[in-house]
């Protein structure tokens, strides 16, 4: 008997054993990647000439932004590695954001990456993106109902969804709904004096350049007369 209960709790404390060393090394690597990506992120704004690079969490940060729909989610909501400046002559913010949904076993973190460009004009809230992920964000947030257009190609793809329709009419023209049908994994938002790209999960640092070329090309096909003209 004093054998089997010797066997039971030496299994027990090797199982307790393997899972503390598992967690160990999931947390060790999870840090490394985290500096890693930090590291990068540096560099590209080196290699950007941004003016600025701030990897530690920022809560102020977020607040401020909140309006913005992946801005006011979950709780304990954080922006990370914030690059600022600009990029063909757009002033432009690039960072990750954290947000927590659930509580205990359940508890989720996510962590987003955003692409955030920023005029002078204060626009009505706009949002594009999937058909099954627009449904989603108008139902948390209270967006209007979902535009359809001529296109029903554009309409069975992109859930558009405005308050002012004439202004997603305005944003969602010819040349607009061809550009997007040609870059389908785009969820954009566009509020207040914003242009946002969201992507989940991070975006991988080689593929920023690449969406910030994507960003100055949807600016670059918003309708002049919704832009107060440069004096």
Request: some cysteine; charged content about 25%.
């Amino acid at each position: 008997m004093m054998i089997a209960a010797f066997s039971d709790g030496l299994l027990a404390f090797l199982v307790f054993g393997g899972v503390m060393i598992f967690t160990l090394l999931a947390g060790a690597k999870l840090k490394r990647a985290a500096r890693e990506r930090s590291s990068a992120l540096s560099e590209l704004a080196v290699a950007l000439k941004f003016d600025e690079f701030i990897p530690g969490r920022d809560e102020g940060f977020a607040m401020g932004w909140g309006f913005l729909s992946p801005l006011a989610r979950g709780r304990d909501r954080y922006a990370f590695n914030i690059l600022r400046g600009k990029y063909q002559e757009q002033s432009l913010f690039v960072f990750d954001y954290h947000y927590e949904t659930g509580s205990d076993k359940n508890k989720v973190n996510h962590n987003l990456t955003l692409l955030m460009l920023v005029v002078k004009e204060v626009f009505p809230q706009l949002t594009i993106g999937p058909e099954d992920l627009g449904g989603r964000i108008a139902g948390a947030f209270g967006v209007a109902d979902d535009i359809n257009f001529e296109s029903a190609e554009f309409s069975r793809i992109f859930s558009v969804r405005s308050a002012d329709k004439k202004f997603a009419y305005d944003v969602c023209h010819a040349q607009m709904i061809q550009y997007l049908l040609a870059n389908r994994d785009l969820r954009i938002e566009i509020q207040g004096p914003v242009i946002l790209l969201a992507f989940d999960p991070l975006l991988p640092v080689g593929r920023i350049e690449f969406n910030l070329q994507r960003l100055a090309e949807i600016r670059s096909l918003l309708p002049a007369y919704l832009f107060t003209p440069t004096k």
